[in-house]
């Protein structure tokens, strides 16, 4: 039986998008946040554009990814193949809901290691000052998509599955809100590669408490579930639904 390794072929990856590469195998994502190459926000570049940017022996990150395939052949989630209703659902359940869980969690626990290390470590007061922005920014931008975007979405799905018409969106075109998004999207990016810059790629220092420890791995984690909510809008939704309104409208 062929495995997905032997599929991949080195000439047609090094040509290939890393938005591209991580939609075929979403498991290629943690090489790329390994390697800190931006697979959502900028995942338009060619793996080897974006390797050579960043200084990156290519055949090094393509033997890394070649064991991805090897070890986690099989995918959890084909999110590719999903109707764009269920992945949006999708996203909402797992994406919106945790955004809007961690939240206040996160803001806690900075208030807190300030308190206790601000003095000593200004890199905190910092990364305390700019996950407020971040967060506020994406509580706004997650309303948007759920009372705007998402609705339209589905409404168009709804309309090609029904084969029925469907009127043309007060904004004009799908296109319009989904630059605003992909905008919004570039910005929280931007600001949590302050934050892992600021915190030493989520190092906790010696003089760190167990809260300052518990709160680096909180970043980390809500950093990669951005990564990956992001992905899935921009590299997956969005130009499927401009796709669609296309053929609808």
Same mark, same amino acid.
């Given at each position: 039986m062929n495995t997905q390794a032997a599929q991949i072929n080195f000439d047609e990856y090094r040509n290939k998008t890393l938005a591209e590469i991580v939609t075929d195998n979403y498991h290629t994502s943690a090489v790329f946040d390994k390697y800190n190459l931006d697979f959502c926000?900028?995942?338009?570049?060619?793996?080897?554009k974006a390797c050579n940017e960043k200084g990156l022996e290519l055949n090094t990150v393509f033997a890394e990814l070649e064991r991805v395939y090897?070890?986690?052949?099989?995918?959890?989630?084909?999110?590719d193949e999903w109707e764009l209703d269920?992945?949006?659902?999708?996203?909402?359940?797992? /994406?919106?809901?945790?955004v809007s869980?961690?939240?206040?969690?996160?803001?806690?626990?900075? =208030?807190?290691? %300030?308190?206790?290390? !601000?003095n000593d470590?200004?890199?905190m007061n910092k990364i305390a000052e700019i996950f407020p922005v971040i967060y506020k920014d994406?509580?706004?931008?997650?309303?948007?998509?759920?009372?705007i975007l998402f609705p339209f979405i589905i409404q168009v799905v709804n309309a090609k599955k029904n084969n029925s018409e469907t009127e043309r969106p007060y904004f004009g075109s799908v296109q319009n809100p989904i630059r605003m998004m992909?905008?919004? /999207?570039?910005?929280?990016?931007?600001?949590?590669?302050?934050?892992?810059?600021?915190?030493? =790629?989520?190092? %906790?220092?010696?003089? !760190?408490?167990?809260?300052?420890?518990?709160?680096?791995?909180e970043l980390k984690?809500?950093?990669?579930?951005?990564?990956?909510?992001?992905?899935l809008e921009n590299n997956i939704l969005f130009p499927k639904a401009i796709e669609l309104e296309n053929e609808m409208l």
């Open positions: 926000c900028k995942g338009n570049k060619s793996f080897e090897n070890v986690g052949a099989s995918k959890d989630h084909n999110y269920f992945l949006i659902e999708y996203i909402i359940n797992n /994406h919106h809901k945790y869980k961690m939240i206040p969690v996160i803001a806690e626990h900075c =208030n807190k290691v %300030v308190a206790a290390h !601000g470590h200004p890199e994406l509580k706004q931008h997650m309303l948007k998509e759920e009372q992909e905008a919004e /999207h570039e910005h929280a990016g931007n600001g949590f590669q302050d934050i892992k810059h600021l915190s030493n =790629n989520y190092s %906790v220092p010696e003089d !760190g408490c167990e809260t300052c420890a518990v709160l680096y791995k984690e809500f950093e990669e579930d951005l990564h990956k909510h992001i992905h």
